[in-house]
């Protein structure tokens, strides 16, 4: 019996938790999307993940610079060691992170083996405004409070006193998840971000292969029509078609077709619509990748939006 008790209050604990942990947003479009936060140790084994590959790639560069500059002797080559060295060190830690939420999955590897990825909490396209302030502020968060902590007393031994400050802030700032309902870190909270958990992969080959031949025949886009949205609409769309209510599905079909100007037929579905439309302006945008080309959003032409700016 109390075992069974004991079952009943883990599941009822478990449930309430996973309700406290869904958000909804307003997508400019229109759209509510319900959105899974992740959770706060998810967000710390995505972060050792990076943490190893950037240990691993620091170390890989190390020996690479260490035997591309064997044959140099004596000083000189110690100084230019250095400084290659802690150039290529900045790099990683400066962009590692940056670079990676810039790109489309809006995620680093870690967080893409976690299923993590960084989201607009106002429901807009993610900006590198947002990416830049976020990783700035994990400088702040983690990486200087480290580097004072293990390299700030070369010259003489940190204080105690010093060494308890530099704990107290690292902890404040690495424990700072847990203690707010939206899990946010400091750089969530400047940069307005959310890092949520993804639906898993095989959702977007099912939303994709869920269109029978009979549908894609039923509904043929123009180019003009396809190339009114981008891949910020794309995101949306897949999130629609992934969670929301028929209520939400039959306003979001409704703002496609006005803004396409297509004519809804007498026994045409919204779902049939959205999925569809979804899978053309899918192959769409990615025919033109092939091409070079990008359209990130509905007010981007995609005329002059190379691949090496994500």
């Known amino acids: 019996m109390r075992d069974a008790k004991n079952a009943a209050k883990s ?28 959770d706060a140790s998810e967000r710390a084994v995505a972060l050792l993940i990076d943490a190893a590959i ?6 890989i560069g190390f020996l690479l610079i260490v035997f591309g500059l064997a ?19 900045f790099l990683l830690r400066g962009f590692y992170f940056t670079i990676f939420e810039m790109g489309r999955r ?11 990825r960084v989201v607009a909490r106002d429901g807009r396209q993610l900006t590198a405004n947002a ?12 990486f200087l409070p480290f580097s004072y902590l293990f390299f700030g007393g070369r010259d003489e031994p940190l204080s105690a006193l010093t060494t308890l400050v530099v704990l107290v802030w690292l902890g404040v700032f690495v424990f700072m998840p847990i203690f707010n309902r939206d899990k946010l870190r400091a750089g969530d909270i400047v940069a307005g971000t959310w890092v949520i958990r993804n639906p898993k992969l ?17 509904f043929q886009f123009t180019t003009a029509q396809l190339t009114a949205y981008g891949e910020h609409e794309l ?23 006005n803004r396409i100007g297509w004519e809804k037929g007498p026994a045409e579905q919204d779902r049939e619509f959205l999925d569809a ?29 190379p691949l090496s700016e994500t």
Do not use: C
């Not at 990416?131 to 983690?142: D, G, Q, S, Y």
């Not at 302006?281 to 032409?301: A, C, I, S, V, Y």
């Open 235 to 257: 995101q949306v769309l897949e999130d629609v078609l992934r969670t929301a209510t028929e209520s939400v599905e039959a306003a979001v079909a409704e703002r496609i077709r």
């Open 202 to 218: 095989e959702l977007a080959k099912d939303i994709s292969s869920n269109v029978s031949a009979q549908t894609a025949t039923e």
């Open 131 to 142: 990416i830049f302030a976020r990783n700035v502020m994990r400088e702040l968060e983690v």
């Open 277 to 305: 439309f979804y899978k053309a302006l899918r192959q769409t945008l990615e025919t033109r990748m092939l091409f070079g080309q990008r359209k990130k959003d509905k007010f981007d032409d995609g005329s002059n939006t």
């Open 54 to 59: 950037m240990l691993a790639t620091l170390i």
């Open 71 to 89: 044959q140099g002797t004596g000083s000189d080559w110690y100084v230019v060691s250095t400084i290659v060295f802690t150039f290529f060190f």
């Open 11 to 38: 599941s009822y604990a478990s449930n309430a938790h996973e309700q406290r942990m869904w958000r909804e947003v307003t997508t400019p479009e229109g759209a509510v999307i319900r959105l899974r936060l992740a």
């Open 106 to 116: 809006a995620a680093t590897p870690g967080k893409r083996i976690m299923r993590l």
